[in-house]
């Protein structure tokens, strides 16, 4: 692991000159938190703060499932119910989830393809305070005296209207979207405008990782949804302050209008939040099961071909108002599942013959696999109109996307917050309490979100406070309450172990996982400007390229030959493969033996050495010359 | 640049062609007008990027030759600011009167003269660089 650090000094290219102007002396302390441009930095806002999100909207679901625990039971009055559902909802997706993706493209998009910074570091910083003042603004509707929004988090017309929903707590949630919207909208021009322009020498498009790969894909999305969600709000906005009536179907508007508006902007919006999080699962299986992703090119077409559907499925969440044409949303809604059934297929086969170790992160990672499959799952059934006119607005959905949105995208953020620990503090998590916090949380979410499938089916509605007892709820209810316990319960270890490893005095260095990306070349937690040296970049993996010279990545499409060893022989070896990943040809001759050895030289022996390397594949080795 | 601009105009033919067989097939409005303004969204990034790509056509970028070593991006690479108290001043200014959305004209005219103060002071700060 080292090895990177011996290996430092010949690839210094001092040359690379940055341009930096610092204007007036350096600031210290809270002035240099505030005035920071640096992407790690603003990454790391992103992410802390979009935590707090997280707990704070954590604990109102602990609320709303203790208030659902037994039949008509009045913890909560309905219309607290009301709020917190709607604050639930909305603070995960805007301000938790989304804003987290964003803080981790911020710290780790600039890393991966070699860049000292992101392209624009001052909009940078402009974006997260934007962000911040979004989540103070929304979440401070609870103290006005009409508390906070309770339209549910897609505000569907016409109960937004004033006369349904006065008081600022609603127009502070609408500020609070606006903000949050603006700084996911300028984080997205940067993150495009990193990855187009700031990319290092021998970083071809396609050869970066995976997670760059689908932060770029989101940010494409981003840039169409939430420009069309500002216009809905500030559409809104107007009908209830100056008078205007686009959603008001009292005075010819249409209330239909803002289902499609917003619903354009949403089901993207569920993709953002999901993409990255594939990224960060990719990553992480292809680390722990010490493969390069499987199917490379097909995981960033699937990725690709995710991102291009789903701007077209938007009102199979309008299926049941009878306004929309059902098979042309149902027909893409299912095309979708191919490109996520390829990602599957990809992420299995990079397991497959790995040699996988279970740390953390990949517990993580498999339990965002077994969570997606079910979400995945539920979420092709709801895609056809006859189950969704059923089930719609049960606890199905609920169910549904609980699975998706917790089970997967958040699991795989915590893959990502242990994977990358490391390279964010320079400190390593503590492996038992991280694999405590899994299993709890592991358990506590599939008791708590399990059996409210059962529940949808049995009738029982969302976004009721209230149920009356005797309608074979009462038991399902009580189980996925005491879940939700064990789930927030499970956040106690997770936040001791950052406490006790940020004090340890313990060093992670810098690939403590022998990670195959540009990332784990850099420091940890990387200098200023990212990076001091860095290794030549031949394939997708170029970390692991410089560390395991005798095992290197073959080019795309060569997978056929990937556990071709090319020996131990040292440069020698390294010198063939390199040969044969420029030309194209090298490749290609592992296959038939004999018949490449004599392009490369010093490969031949190189070639038969590799015999005695436990990946040697049989014939081939044995065929050299 | 080949794979940037093919990006742009895949994204932009595909919403494109999507809001032509949605305004055949359905006749909605508000879909064939979002998928339509989408298109012609990504298709202006489209030219924008490939017009840049054509005017350094005969000299590939470091980051698009497969075989470019670290030295070969050797020279200036972008200009990164140092620490600026702009952007926050920026951002407070701008939160300020987003939130005039809900409570009205003083924080339209306190988040405005921040708003004010904040450009001035970036535009001065990045002409000094
Ligand atoms: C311990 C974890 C969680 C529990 C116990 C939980 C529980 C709940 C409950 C009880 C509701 C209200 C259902 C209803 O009355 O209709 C709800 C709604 C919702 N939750 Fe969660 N939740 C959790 C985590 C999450 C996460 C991580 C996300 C997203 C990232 C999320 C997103 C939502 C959304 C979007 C709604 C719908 C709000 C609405 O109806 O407007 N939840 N959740
Ligand atoms: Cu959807």
């Not at chain 1, 063939?576 to 050895?597: C, E, L, P, Q």
């Amino acid at each position: 692991m080292t090895v990177v650090q011996e290996r430092a000094g010949r690839y210094e290219a001092p040359e690379r000159r940055l341009v930096e102007v610092v204007p007036g002396p350096r600031a210290r302390g809270v002035l240099a938190y505030v005035t920071s441009t640096d992407h790690k930095q603003i990454g790391m806002n992103y992410m802390v703060t979009s935590f707090i999100m997280f707990l704070i909207a954590g604990f109102m679901a602990v609320l709303m499932r203790v208030q659902l625990s037994v039949p008509n039971n009045n913890f909560v009055d309905l219309n607290t119910y009301n709020q917190l559902f709607t604050m639930h909802g909305s603070l995960m997706l805007y301000l938790f989830l989304g804003p987290f993706a964003f803080g981790m493209a911020n710290y780790l998009v600039p890393l991966q393809i070699g860049a000292p910074d992101m392209a624009f570091p001052r909009f940078n910083a402009f974006s997260y305070w934007l962000y911040l003042g979004g989540c103070i603004t929304m979440t401070s509707g609870f103290l006005t005296s009409s508390g906070a929004a309770n339209w549910g988090w897609f505000a569907y017309a016409p109960l937004t209207e004033s006369i349904y929903s006065p008081g600022p707590g609603a127009d502070l949630w609408i500020a609070g979207v606006v903000l949050a919207g603006f700084s996911g909208i300028f984080t997205a021009v940067n993150v495009i405008s990193t990855v187009f322009t700031l990319r290092a020498p021998g970083m071809i498009m396609f050869r970066m990782p995976i997670f760059t790969w689908n932060q770029l894909v989101t940010a494409f999305l981003v840039l169409l949804a939430f420009p069309v969600l500002t216009a809905a709000l500030v559409l809104l906005w107007c009908d209830r302050h100056l008078g205007t009536h686009f959603y008001d179907p009292t005075h010819g508007g249409q209330p239909i209008l803002y289902q499609h508006l917003f619903w354009f902007f949403g089901h993207p919006e569920v993709y953002i939040l999901a993409l990255p999080f594939f990224g960060i699962a990719t990553e992480v299986i292809s680390t722990f099961s010490r493969k390069p992703v499987f199917g490379y090119k097909g995981m960033v077409f699937a990725t690709l071909s995710i991102g291009g559907l789903s701007m077209g499925v938007w009102a199979h969440h309008m299926y049941t108002t009878g306004a929309v044409l059902l098979p042309f949303f149902a027909i893409l809604t299912l095309l979708i599942s191919v490109p996520t059934g390829i990602k599957f297929f990809n992420w299995t086969g990079t397991m497959f013959r790995g040699s996988v170790r279970l740390d953390s992160p990949m517990l993580f990672a498999l339990g965002f696999l077994v969570n997606f499959l079910v979400g995945g799952f539920t979420g092709v059934m709801l895609g056809q109109p006859p189950i969704d006119f059923q089930v719609h607005d049960t606890y199905f959905v609920v169910a549904h996307f609980h699975y998706v949105l917790l089970g997967g995208s958040v699991f795989a953020a915590f893959a990502g917050i242990h994977y990358w620990f490391p390279k964010f503090t320079g400190k390593k998590l503590d492996e038992r309490l991280a694999k405590l916090t899994f299993v709890l949380m592991f358990i506590g979410f599939n008791l708590t979100f399990f059996p409210q499938h059962d529940l949808g089916l049995r009738g029982m509605q969302r976004r009721i406070a209230v149920y009356p007892a005797g309608q074979g709820w009462d038991f399902l209810n009580m189980l996925s309450s005491i879940g939700a316990f064990i789930t927030a319960f499970s956040m106690l270890p997770f936040l001791l172990n950052v406490w006790v490893s940020l004090r340890s005095s313990k060093k992670a260095g810098p690939n403590p996982w022998d990670g195959m990306t540009l990332e784990w070349a850099a420091e940890s937690p990387p200098i200023e400007h990212n990076f001091a040296y860095l290794p030549p970049i031949r394939s997708e993996r170029p970390v692991w390229d410089l560390n395991h010279p005798d095992h290197l990545t073959l080019p795309h499409g060569r997978h056929r030959n990937q556990l071709v060893t090319v020996g131990t022989g040292g440069t020698a070896g390294q010198a063939a493969v390199r040969a044969g990943a420029g030309n194209g040809g090298g490749g290609d001759g592992h296959a038939d033996g004999g018949g490449a050895s004599g392009q490369t030289g010093g490969g031949a022996s190189g070639r038969a050495g590799g015999g005695g390397n436990g990946h040697a594949a049989p014939a081939q080795g044995g065929e050299g010359p | 640049m080949k794979f940037e601009w093919r990006l742009a105009l895949g994204t932009a033919a595909f919403l494109g062609v999507a809001g032509l067989v949605y305004w055949v097939w359905s006749g909605e409005f508000a879909g064939t007008v979002m998928l339509g303004f989408g298109g012609g969204a990504y298709a202006l990034l489209f030219g924008y990027i490939l017009l840049q790509a054509l005017r350094r056509q005969h000299i590939p970028r470091v980051e698009d030759r497969p075989d470019a070593n670290p030295e070969d991006g050797a020279g200036e690479i972008h200009f990164f600011p140092g620490n600026s108290i702009w952007p926050a001043a920026l951002g407070l200014g701008a939160v300020l009167a987003v939130v005039g959305l809900a409570f009205g004209k003083w924080f339209w005219v306190i988040g405005g003269a921040i708003l004010l103060g904040a450009i001035i002071g970036f535009g001065v700060e990045a002409e000094s660089r």
